[in-house]
Every structure is written in structure tokens, then in C-alpha cells.
């Protein structure tokens, strides 16, 4: 069993910054893969970012350049780095922990860009 909870989540203005945590207890090693989703009102969820064993990293067209995925040594943390934040970018952010078919979802965290 594992469980994620995400953090950093707020309120910024657009060409901010914020920096998004999720902490994963449990078993969690490289065959997992980490990845950051978001949602927001009446749309379908969007991939964001992954980080997979290796440390090699994927993300969605309409972050890329802007975002950067993470992930400490320990497996225990991984991090989204969000800069050059557009309104666009507004929905609750997850983080989500894949290894082949079984995966976990944390609660979310908010984040709103204002104009």
C-alpha cells in the first residue's frame, strides 16, 4: 500500500512560481512511476509531468519548458517546480504513483493563477 499526500498548492499570479510536493509513504521504489495530473472544472484530467526509473522525465505539451519534475534519492518525495504559471494552468494538481496496474492517487492540491 502506498499513500501520497501533495502540498505547495495556492494562490499566484500569472508569470509566478510555485513548487508542488508529494510525499509518498509505503512501498515505493524505481518500478514505480511518478506522475503529476491535474483537473479542473469541466474539463478532463491533463498529464502534467512523469518521472520514471532513471530518472527520465515526460511531460505534457502545455508545460514543457515551464515545469520541471523531480524526485529525491530515497523514492519518497517527488516534486513539481512550476514557473512561468499562466491561467490556464488553474485545477487541483495530483500526484499519482503507477506500477504496471495497480496505481495511487493522493486528495489534490489547489492551484489558481489569477490574471
Request: charged content about 20%; some cysteine; aromatic content about 10%.
Amino acid at each position: 500500500q502506498v499513500q501520497l499526500e501533495e502540498s505547495g498548492g495556492g494562490l499566484v499570479q500569472a508569470g509566478g512560481s510555485l513548487r508542488l510536493s508529494c510525499a509518498a509513504s509505503g512501498h515505493t521504489d524505481s518500478t514505480y512511476a511518478m506522475r503529476w495530473l491535474r483537473h479542473a472544472p469541466w474539463k478532463e484530467r491533463d498529464f502534467v509531468a512523469a518521472i520514471v526509473g532513471g530518472g527520465v522525465t515526460r511531460y505534457g505539451d502545455s508545460v514543457k519548458g515551464r515545469f520541471s519534475v523531480s524526485r529525491d534519492k530515497t523514492m519518497s518525495a517527488v516534486y513539481l517546480q512550476m514557473t512561468s504559471l499562466k491561467p490556464e494552468d488553474t485545477a487541483v494538481y495530483y500526484c499519482n504513483a503507477k506500477s504496471g496496474p495497480v496505481e495511487y492517487w493522493g486528495q489534490g492540491t489547489q492551484v489558481t493563477v489569477s490574471q
